[in-house]
């Protein structure tokens, strides 16, 4: 999301029509699916609305808005049989190491992200999407980095078993 250097001249509406091809794609990579991504973007819309007012003076509203994104995720209490819709078909190649390559094939892994659990998704999803620091992932997820870490690991394992590699 980018920086508003006067944010507080800026409208709700005018912030949430820009921003929101920003927040649909994070959303989209969360939830794993349109239906389920685009009520998370809403949801989240409409708490940043409500929160407006310190959203709109807050020196990075981008970390305020995916701090409410990844806090409205976490706390979802959908069923995991409402999320029906596959993003990549079954056929797709499968790279040498798709744990290290490049964008294409990490979405051929994108299958194996869908399966984990919401907190393990979320820091795979803001570090190797979103391209946070460990540091930057502890604060949206309001936890210590050593818990980012530790999630990552388990996050990571659990990936390498789904792809059956054994960890190095």
Known sequence: MPTYADADAMTFDDYAATEWPSLYRRAF??????????DLAQQTLIKVHGAWSRVSRSDVPAAYVRRILMNTFLSAKRPR???LELLVGDDAPEPASPLMAGPEERMSLW????L????????????????????????????????????AHRALQNLRTALGQEES
């Not at 990579?29 to 685009?38: C, K, P, Q, T």
């Not at 299958?111 to 869908?114: G, L, T, W």
């Not at 998704?121 to 870490?149: F, H, M």
């Open 29 to 38: 990579l969360l939830a794993g699916n349109h239906a389920d991504a685009e």
């Open 81 to 83: 049989g409402r999320r």
């Open 111 to 114: 299958p194996q992200v869908r």
């Open 116 to 151: 984990l659990p919401p907190r393990q998704r979320a820091v795979i999803v803001l570090r190797y999407y979103e391209q946070l620091s460990e540091a930057e992932i502890a604060d949206v997820l309001d936890c210590s980095r050593g818990n980012v870490k530790s999630t």
